[in-house]
T-cell receptor, first 110, second 114 residues
Framework: DAKTTQPPSMDCAEGRAANLPCNHS???????VYWYRQIHSQGPQYIIH???NNETNEMASLIITEDRKSSTLILPHATLRDTAVYYC???????????FGQGTELSVKP | SAVISQKPSRDICQRGTSLTIQCQVD?????MFWYRQQPGQSLTLIAT?????????ESGFVIDKFPISRPNLTFSTLTVSNMSPEDSSIYLC???????????FGDGTRLSIL
C-alpha cells in the first residue's frame, strides 16, 4: 500500500474552513484515498473516500489532484467538535487492508 | 453503515493471563479486521479475520499470541494470550462490506496489564 505524508498538526478557527493536505505520490491506479478521524477515546470514524473524482458528503469534501499524488480534505465550517486526529490512508487493493500513518492533529479554536 | 460493538469496553488483567475480546456487527460483512493502538500511537493492523479459515496476520503478529476466530459473517473474537504489560493497548475491530468499501470501527477495548 502507498504511504501518505500529512502535517503532524494544524489549527483552525471555529467557523472557518479546515483544509487538511495529504501527499500520496506512490499511489497506484486502483488504490482509493480514505479519510478517517479519531476523537479521543473513540474508534476511528469514516469521513469520505474517493478514487479519481472529487467527492462531497454531509461531513466533508475530498479534492484529489488530477495526477492523484495528493489530496485535500475540506471541513467547510469547522466546529470545536471537529478537533481530532485526521488520517489520510490509501489502499483497499490488498485484501481491503488499511495502513494508518500518524495523521494530522487538528485543533479547532474559538 | 455497519454498527460495530465490542466487549468488554475495558479491562484490567494480571500478567500471564489471557483475555478474549468479542466483536459483533449488526449486519453481515465480508471483511473483518483487528487493530492495536498503543498509548499515544496510531493504529497498527494485527490481522484480517477470514470467515471459515485461518486469520491472515501482519508482520510482527503471530497466531499463538493473538488467536482469532470468525465463525460467521457477523462475529469475530481476538484473544490476547499470556499477557504482559507491553500488551497494554486499545484493541479495535473493524468491518467492511468489500475490499473497496470503507471500514467501520468499534470503539475499542482498552486493556491494561498489571
Amino acid at each position: 500500500d502507498a504511504k501518505t505524508t500529512q502535517p503532524p498538526s494544524m489549527d483552525c478557527a471555529e467557523g472557518r474552513a479546515a483544509n487538511l493536505p495529504c501527499n500520496h505520490s506512490t499511489i497506484s491506479g486502483n488504490e482509493y484515498v480514505y479519510w478517517y478521524r479519531q476523537i479521543h477515546s473513540q474508534g476511528p470514524q469514516y469521513i469520505i473516500h474517493g478514487l479519481k473524482n472529487n467527492e462531497t458528503n454531509e461531513m466533508a469534501s475530498l479534492i484529489i489532484t488530477e495526477d492523484r499524488k495528493s489530496s485535500t480534505l475540506i471541513l467547510p465550517h469547522a466546529t470545536l467538535r471537529d478537533t481530532a486526529v485526521y488520517y489520510c490512508i490509501v489502499g483497499g487493493n490488498q485484501g481491503g487492508k488499511l495502513i494508518f500513518g500518524q495523521g494530522t492533529e487538528l485543533s479547532v479554536k474559538p | 453503515s455497519a454498527v460495530i460493538s465490542q466487549k468488554p469496553s475495558r479491562d484490567i488483567c494480571q500478567r500471564g493471563t489471557s483475555l478474549t475480546i468479542q466483536c459483533q456487527v449488526d449486519s453481515q460483512v465480508t471483511m473483518m479486521f483487528w487493530y492495536r493502538q498503543q498509548p499515544g500511537q496510531s493504529l497498527t493492523l494485527i490481522a484480517t479475520a477470514n470467515q471459515g479459515s485461518e486469520a491472515t496476520y501482519e508482520s510482527g503478529f503471530v497466531i499463538d499470541k493473538f488467536p482469532i476466530s470468525r465463525p460467521n459473517l457477523t462475529f469475530s473474537t481476538l484473544t490476547v494470550s499470556n499477557m504482559s504489560p507491553e500488551d497494554s493497548s486499545i484493541y479495535l475491530c473493524s468491518a467492511s462490506q468489500s475490499r473497496n468499501q470503507p471500514q467501520h470501527f468499534g470503539d475499542g477495548t482498552r486493556l491494561s496489564i498489571l
